[in-house]
């Protein structure tokens, strides 16, 4: 037998109470998963807390299990009595590698094979979707996980790690965006949307699973923890750091995937803006650009995803915007001011540059009645129910999100009910979203007279368009109270 | 197979910027029971981290069996037993299983001896390892340590904490097996080791002061005791080899560390003509390091 396989045995047989806990958790999860996905006509408006309970105390167990396998033979320390033993790294690691396999991945597939099967999408075609689903998870939770765990002692001490990477990441990511931007709304980083954010959600995966190779491995061939730990923080800056990824590198990579040549003829005309007379005080003041599209081909939709802007004044101040509101062709577009940037540079005549991302995509539309399911594209089912004036809807989809967001419209003068859209588009970059359950679920509603819609959105392409003028901001508004 | 089973050339080690060894060297030969001793915080633990690849050197190097310590991994410690007194052994781990497990790992294991040191050190087999005392967990590492026939046997501080008895089944134990190994063992306590050592080396302030056999050491410290009617003043020659001298009336007293009965005899004889009577008398071990730790001490202090 070889050295991996009998150092495996002995940690199967010395974490046993560990894996029965960990067992018990994963049927918990699954009944959960498979008890939110078909609810009751009356649980439809309710979320499952129990099914993202049992999903955070499953990965609570993975996290506790790994750092428990690793630190059977703990690397930091001089102490151990295994480092005078004859131990082959590698045998090791995989040995290691191994456990993880079969009590974490392994039982987590069974798991979702047997929710998605419950939800009735059981489909071979469906495996290779829940490989990459074990290879995200394997990926965001349990790589960082296994490296933590080969540069920390015990489980305390990893948790104090991970507090410290976590707290030392958060500040200088928040240091980073005062730098550079000097003002944002939220105070956090703005990762961006699917579509325009899948670049840069490659490139943190990637640089994550690098820096946790080359820590475990670093750990495990010379014990070298001092070096390892400085690996995983010069990980943890590159990580950050790519967040702040100049937006037009990864707008080159959706240009390059999404080209049409339909797209050359579509343009876009704003006005100079109008600002409202009054402004909530915490999200400094909206500049609305009145804009519409022309040249769009018939059938098709053209929608600004991101749009980033320069005002620029005598003491050229600047601003920084993103929307992702859908107003145009016939709306706004909308760029948000800091206070202050804008209080200068109120009633002057300015340069004013922004860069407008946009989508040219085909939308598709469905009814969805109420008391009964609709069979969607890409399996999703919705179940739309109605008490007194609530709607509700419920959908259930596999590997994906039922919809991404959702755009409510209230009733026109022209007497036209409002409506609530749930929006959705044809285009993953990822064969799945990542969640610990491949079937997804989410509920909305609306109330009153009020129809619910499915919308799928099928991008064509993706363009940019710049726009150049001279305005004069209005006075600096109120605040609203 | 002729070649030291342990050589140290030039050995240093600092943490942070306190250097505990100063350019180490030494030498343990082949089948000796060799014992690096010296007091508490002289660098004896971190010698032996350094040899076993726990610990890295800042400067020089040692090799094990041939193998430069640094390269030391894996199945290199198929042929070396490592026992230590702050060893964090697998506690959940009965007797029985942690011989059981570690079996596989050496080609050489010899069931029947680990059975035979089971029974000897009276090792209850189905208890675990954390539910031991002290000594029994000493007995059990070194029992895990032995059943393989190591070449080189290296014990850090084995005795500290250990009882008597313990002590002596530890030790009956380790000798028993010894033959054809080389044992390598460090204590801060000569009493441990002085009644089966071999070789004996001396670490204090980062440097071995001496390292050699111990029936040589013995025999060259010698009490030397000169009685006079009246003694004379200290001659201005006096050798460096003797050590510690004393006056009274009648009486001079000195240690000689390099005694040899001819050669001090004439010396004595040459400086202190009229001498009564001269006596010398061998000194016990402990004097011996007493002695010479007065004399390294007041060195540094020069």
């Known amino acids: 037998m070889s050295q991996a396989l009998h150092i495996f045995r002995k940690d199967a047989r010395s974490l046993h109470v560990e894996l029965a806990v960990v067992a018990a958790l994963n049927i918990a999860f699954v009944w959960a998963h498979i008890k939110a996905a078909a609810p009751g006509i009356e649980e439809l408006s309710h979320p499952s807390m129990l099914a993202y309970l049992t999903s955070v105390l499953l990965a609570m167990g993975w996290w506790f299990l790994i750092a428990r396998v690793i630190h059977q033979e703990a690397l930091p320390g001089d102490r151990q009595f295994w480092v005078t033993r004859p131990y082959e790294w590698k045998q090791l690691l995989a040995a290691k590698l191994l456990f993880v396999l079969a009590f974490v991945n392994a039982p987590l597939l069974i798991a979702q094979i047997v929710i998605l099967a419950a939800a009735g999408y059981a489909s071979p075609t469906g495996l290779p979707r829940l490989l990459w689903m074990q290879f995200t998870v394997t990926l965001i939770v349990l790589a960082p996980t296994f490296a933590m765990g080969a540069v920390t002692r015990n489980f305390a001490r990893l948790v104090l790690f991970a507090i410290g990477l976590l707290t030392g990441s958060y500040f200088l990511a928040a240091g980073l965006q005062a730098l550079l931007f000097g003002w944002i709304p939220s105070g956090l980083v703005v990762i961006g949307g699917e579509l325009e954010g899948w670049p840069k959600q490659a490139i943190v995966v990637l640089a994550m699973l690098a820096g946790a190779v080359l820590m475990v491995l670093w750990q495990y061939r010379g014990r070298r923890t001092a070096a390892a730990r400085l690996a995983g923080a010069v990980t943890l800056i590159l990580i950050i750091l790519c967040l702040f990824l100049p937006v037009e590198l990864r707008y080159a990579a959706n240009a390059w995937v999404f080209h049409q040549p339909e797209a050359r003829g579509v343009s876009v005309d704003c006005r100079p803006p109008v600002v409202p007379d009054r402004v909530p005080d915490q999200w400094g003041v909206p500049v609305d650009f009145p804009c519409t599209f022309a040249n769009v081909p018939p059938g098709k939709t053209a929608k600004v995803e991101v749009a980033k802007a320069t005002f620029e004044g005598s003491s050229r101040l600047h601003g920084f915007g993103l929307t992702s509101e859908p107003e145009l062709p016939s709306g706004y577009q909308r760029f948000w001011l800091d206070r202050d940037s804008y209080r200068r540079l109120a009633g002057k005549l300015i340069a004013f540059h922004a860069t407008l991302h946009i989508t040219l995509q085909r939308p598709r539309e469905w009814p969805l009645p109420n008391g009964r399911v609709t069979a969607l594209p890409g399996g999703r089912r919705c179940t739309v129910a109605t008490s007194g004036q609530t709607h509700t809807v419920f959908c259930v989809a596999p590997f994906h999100d039922p919809w991404k967001n959702i755009d409510f419209h209230p009733p026109d003068k022209d007497g036209h009910d409002g409506a609530a859209e749930l929006v959705a588009r044809s285009f993953s970059p990822w064969p799945a979203d990542f969640a610990f359950s491949p079937v997804f679920t989410d509920n909305s509603g609306c109330e009153g007279d009020c129809a619910i819609r499915f919308r799928q959105e099928e991008p064509l392409a993706w363009f940019r368009r710049d726009i150049h003028m001279t305005v004069q901001l209005p006075p600096v508004p109120k605040v609203a109270p | ?302």
């Open chain 2, 1 to 302: 197979m002729s070649e030291d089973p342990i050589r140290i050339s030039g050995l240093t080690k600092k943490f942070r910027w306190t250097p505990v060894l100063k350019g180490l060297d030494l030498a343990v030969p082949r089948g000796a029971l060799f014992a690096l001793v010296g007091p508490n915080g002289v660098g004896k633990t971190t010698t032996i981290k350094i040899l076993m690849n726990i610990l890295r050197p800042t400067s020089g190097g040692a090799e094990i069996l041939g193998i430069d310590s640094h390269r030391l991994a894996g199945r290199d410690f198929a042929r070396i037993g490592y026992v230590s007194e702050n060893q964090e052994l697998p506690d959940w781990m009965t007797v029985d299983y942690l011989l059981s497990y570690l079996r596989p790992f050496y080609p050489a294991w010899d069931a029947d001896l680990a059975a035979q040191l089971v029974s000897q050190f009276n090792l209850p087999g189905n208890r675990k390892l954390k539910h031991l005392s002290r000594g029994m967990r000493m007995k059990a590492a070194l029992a895990s340590s032995l059943a393989y026939r190591p070449e080189l046997v290296v014990l850090d501080e084995p005795f500290t904490g250990l009882d008597p008895l313990a002590r002596d089944e530890f030790i009956e134990g380790l000798l028993e097996r010894s033959e054809n190994t080389t044992i390598f063992i460090s204590s801060h306590d000569l009493a441990d080791i002085e009644t089966f050592a071999s070789h004996i080396a001396y670490l204090d302030d980062g440097r071995i002061q001496f390292s050699e056999e111990l029936v040589a050491l013995s025999d060259r410290f010698r009490e030397i005791e000169i009685t006079f009617d009246a003694a004379p003043p200290l001659p201005a020659d006096w050798p460096a080899a003797w050590l510690h001298p004393e006056s009274s009336a009648a009486l001079i007293r000195f240690t000689d560390s390099r005694y040899e009965e001819e050669r001090t005899m004439a010396e004595i004889r040459a400086r202190f003509p009229d001498a009564r009577n001269v006596t010398a008398t061998p000194l016990p071990l402990r004097t011996i390091f007493v002695t010479v730790a007065k004399k390294a001490k007041r060195a540094v202090a020069a």
